[in-house]
């Protein structure tokens, strides 16, 4: 068995297992970026993967178990900086490693502040971003390493935006592959049970890996980011779906 997660640091309770519990060596784990995942499945590299919820709608794949990286408000890895008011933004960069989360700062823009911005693509340089663009969209670990009060920009957490609009949870990546995959499920469910119980663990062996502050890490993992998909996650991934497909169906008239 062959999967595809993502690299970012949310997703290591659900793989902790896998990487240094007792389901370790059960199968081949390779980390990519969210985009890549996607790919890779798509093009049948991998028999499973962590994808955004989008590119499993769009690829029709099923999902594997009740597992996925989600959020019930604000959830502090998906960003977007403004160096205007955000009504008055007419470009965005975007960091389009995840194309759940581009979408959802489309949806959030066009829905919440009546704004469409042209978009051009970047790497997650906030710099940079913004030396081309009046706003910025940065996502994962670049996005954590941001202080979203020490910038002097006008900031969005897009996971609080969506909850403003939808009163829902937001789920931006689930467990997926080509078809149901019972064992599979209950290997990722032990691999997360190990993970959530070693939450200080992961934080204390990845937050100097990725120059990380172990305060914000751990409220990150252990509060602000959902793991276990029950019934309102899944109306609001539905609606996410609905809302993403109309968006899409727009841009390509």
Same mark, same amino acid.
């Given at each position: 068995?062959?999967?595809?997660?993502?690299?970012? $640091?949310?997703?290591?309770?659900?793989?902790?297992? =896998?990487?240094?519990?007792?389901?370790?060596?059960? @199968?081949? $784990?390779?980390?990519?970026?969210?985009?890549?995942?996607? #790919?890779?499945?798509?093009?049948? #590299?991998?028999?499973?993967?962590?994808?955004?919820?989008?590119?499993?709608?769009? #690829?029709?794949?099923? #999902?594997?178990?009740?597992?996925? &990286?989600?959020?019930?408000?604000?959830?502090?890895?998906?960003? @977007? @900086?403004?160096?205007?008011?955000?009504?008055?933004?007419?470009? @965005?960069?975007?960091?389009?490693?995840?194309?759940?989360?581009?979408?959802?700062?489309?949806?959030?823009?066009?829905?919440?502040? !009546?704004?469409?911005?042209?978009?051009?693509?970047?790497?997650?340089?906030?710099?940079?971003? $913004?030396?081309?663009?009046?706003?910025?969209?940065?996502?994962?670990?670049?996005?954590?390493?941001? *202080?979203?009060?020490?910038?002097?920009?006008?900031?969005?957490?897009?996971?609080?935006?969506?909850?403003?609009?939808?009163? =829902?949870?937001?789920?931006?990546?689930?467990?997926?592959?080509?078809?149901?995959?019972?064992?599979?499920?209950?290997?990722?469910?032990?691999?997360?049970?190990?993970?959530?119980? *070693?939450?200080?663990?992961?934080?204390?062996?990845?937050?100097?890996?990725?120059?990380?502050?172990?305060?914000?890490?751990?409220?990150?993992? *252990?509060?602000? &980011?959902?793991?276990?998909?029950?019934?309102?996650?899944?109306?609001?991934? !539905?609606?996410?779906?609905?809302?993403?497909? !109309?968006?899409?169906?727009?841009?390509?008239?």
């Amino acid at each position: 068995m062959h999967l595809s997660a993502v690299s970012y $640091l949310n997703t290591r309770p659900l793989v902790w297992g =896998l990487m240094n519990g007792p389901d370790k060596d059960q @199968l081949q $784990l390779d980390f990519d970026l969210p985009a890549v995942c996607a #790919q890779r499945l798509e093009e049948k #590299q991998v028999d499973a993967g962590l994808v955004p919820v989008i590119e499993a709608a769009r #690829q029709h794949l099923t #999902q594997i178990g009740s597992l996925g &990286i989600a959020c019930l408000g604000p959830v502090r890895s998906i960003l @977007l @900086l403004s160096k205007v008011p955000i009504t008055e933004i007419r470009t @965005l960069a975007l960091d389009s490693s995840s194309r759940s989360s581009v979408m959802l700062a489309r949806i959030v823009l066009e829905q919440g502040y !009546k704004v469409e911005p042209e978009t051009r693509v970047m790497a997650p340089d906030l710099a940079a971003m $913004l030396g081309k663009s009046d706003a910025a969209l940065i996502i994962g670990d670049p996005a954590l390493r941001i *202080n979203p009060d020490a910038t002097g920009l006008h900031v969005l957490d897009l996971g609080e935006e969506w909850y403003k609009l939808t009163a =829902l949870p937001m789920v931006f990546a689930i467990w997926a592959g080509h078809k149901a995959q019972p064992e599979l499920a209950k290997l990722l469910d032990s691999s997360y049970a190990y993970g959530k119980r *070693n939450i200080a663990e992961i934080v204390l062996t990845e937050c100097a890996e990725r120059n990380l502050w172990p305060g914000l890490a751990y409220e990150y993992l *252990n509060t602000l &980011i959902q793991y276990e998909l029950t019934d309102d996650f899944k109306r609001g991934m !539905k609606l996410y779906i609905d809302e993403a497909i !109309k968006m899409e169906e727009k841009q390509s008239v």
